[in-house]
């Protein structure tokens, strides 16, 4: 049996006090860098590792947040998670990380991560049952949906973007440019983004007496988008395919745009200007150079963070939806210089 | 004080035994769908948990793996996060992820994970002193080190591809499409990945007569590919500038790509072949068509999962180097029709 170090033995070996080996673990604590190093330094020479689990059955606290993700292809999510687990790292909170399948119930995995006791959960583009959203609540653990919207009233927390908003600036920069026939593909059509972000576009077409020229279903998904091209483009006849195109998400604008040049040969913008949602870094590349809608994915990603840890720490912080601004990032896809 | 419920509730709730209510949340354990439905629905009404953490303490296994990620921006890493994850999580272990810095040591983040008494840790592209190693080892916790190689001999496993017969293939499909000078655009200099690419490329070139004709070095960064670029293509004399390149991985080739037809007004391949490593989604994307030398991802994680997990459920089971076959995907950034 071997002897297991104590915060006593660390203590005596680094020549601090017990105290300071406690704060030099705690997240937040006061603490000198050099007395730090000293205590770790001892740490390691003695194989001391503080309980984590012992003490969260006396706190009560896993300083674990669970977070479900799906769609990492899409790389808008690749990035929410490195930097919201950068950020509360930073905390001293670790994301214990679980994959949903594409459009699955978060339900069954929701049962699954209580039983980690985690001390909140954040749902990436996913939703949960108004009977898991109870049970959650009950058990003291807050909840909150990144990059769609809760209910009303209830007790989960949301952090978008103003979809709606950038639906509009999607369709002002299309008819600026004086497209007369503007297409829409879909992302999942019962998606909260998804439906304000068509009902800006809609509406903004409206007020300036055009409506939808044609519209294709995409579900958000690669090989979706890319069969939405091929239907809504895939025609010999010019004057019966849109010259303009919004597409719900970057991740499936781009899908759309190897389609229209690489199997139509037809011309972005020329022949068909695109212009996409989210902004993601490839946006940005030389290939395509895709103007986009940009969600500020920082500010996000910060609300997330300030929100979830008020209400962990305080659990009469109520649930809040945090709505963020959009701004239009004009490339060359839509005709910018760039 | 709210009344917790037990197991006994649940199956007494569920009409079936106590065993059934056990066998229900343990992952990979033989019961009935129709049972499990009924034992879920029954812990839903009372908000019934299986209490993991205290299990934890029990078993000594908290179902924890650790994955320790950076270079997310690198689309590779992200689907392998995906995989791993989903892959783990099918027999019942979810991953607590821990972002580090590009390049940072991982001592100091194993020292804080080793707290939450992970059952294994994995090490996406990063490597442990080997102060740290024995430390792991002597806890009884297994680390594998992902895409890098472990020193022979330690008590550390590692996958990873052959990177030095890969490094031989780029060599070979440029000098069979009968380029003279041939440029390498090197990742970290330090890394097994980039020592072992480079030496099987400048091996090949050396069975032919040939040497690299111009070096220099991206640190597998987007803006560090950009600039070694720049440095590389940016003569006016074209005698000057290699008429084909090898990047050492996609995520730089790419920004490569970039450079050369954005900034350069070079053609791809016409006067730059390119050709990249890893295959990512994006290398077959039709605003790049990247040549590329494929790592078997999906083989990896297989490799990863069973030989963590069977470290983690027998201590006996030794440290291994798996070294898994990669292959030559031709597309038209060298030449290939597509």
């Not at 209830?154 to 908003?165: P, Q």
């Not at 103007?291 to 500010?299: R, T, Y």
Request: charged share 20%.
């Amino acid at each position: 049996m071997v002897k297991v170090a104590t915060s006593v033995d660390v203590a005596k070996l680094a020549g601090v006090s017990q105290s300071a080996v406690s704060r030099a673990y705690t997240p937040g604590a006061s603490v000198a860098e050099t007395t730090r190093g000293k205590v770790m330094e001892a740490a390691r020479k003695l194989g001391y590792r503080p309980n984590a689990i012992a003490r969260t059955l006396i706190t009560r606290k896993s300083r674990m947040i669970a977070v479900v993700a799906s769609y990492l292809d899409n790389q808008f999510y690749p990035v929410v998670v490195e930097k919201l687990s950068k950020r509360l790292q930073d905390d001293g909170y670790h994301v214990l990380l679980f994959i949903a399948e594409a459009n699955q119930e978060a339900d069954e995995l929701l049962m699954q991560l209580m039983q980690y006791h985690v001390d909140g959960i954040v749902l990436l583009s996913a939703t949960l049952s108004s009977g898991l959203a109870k049970d959650c609540a009950d058990a003291g653990i807050p909840v909150l949906l990144f990059n769609r919207i809760a209910q009303a009233g209830g007790t989960v927390s949301s952090v978008a973007s103003d979809n709606e908003a950038g639906g509009r600036m999607a369709a002002r920069a299309l008819l600026a440019a004086g497209h007369q026939r503007i297409g829409y593909i879909a992302g999942m059509e019962d998606s909260s983004t998804n439906r304000d972000r068509e009902t800006g576009f809609n509406a903004e077409l409206a007020t300036q007496g055009q409506r939808v020229f044609a519209r294709a279903v995409g579900h958000y998904s690669f090989e979706g988008a890319q069969v939405a091209a091929r239907q809504m483009f895939g025609t010999l006849d010019a004057a019966q395919r849109p010259n303009a195109v919004f597409v719900a998400n970057d991740h499936m604008a781009i899908a759309v745009m190897d389609v229209l040049r690489g199997e139509l040969k037809l011309r972005v913008p020329q022949d068909v200007a695109v212009i996409g949602f989210d902004n993601v870094p490839q946006a940005a590349w030389g290939g395509y150079s895709l103007s986009s809608i940009e969600q500020d994915a920082q500010a996000m990603i910060e609300a997330t963070a300030k929100l979830m840890l008020a209400q962990i720490n305080d659990e009469t912080v109520a649930a809040q939806h945090v709505n963020l601004s959009v701004r239009l990032i004009e490339r060359g896809s839509t005709g910018a210089a760039v």
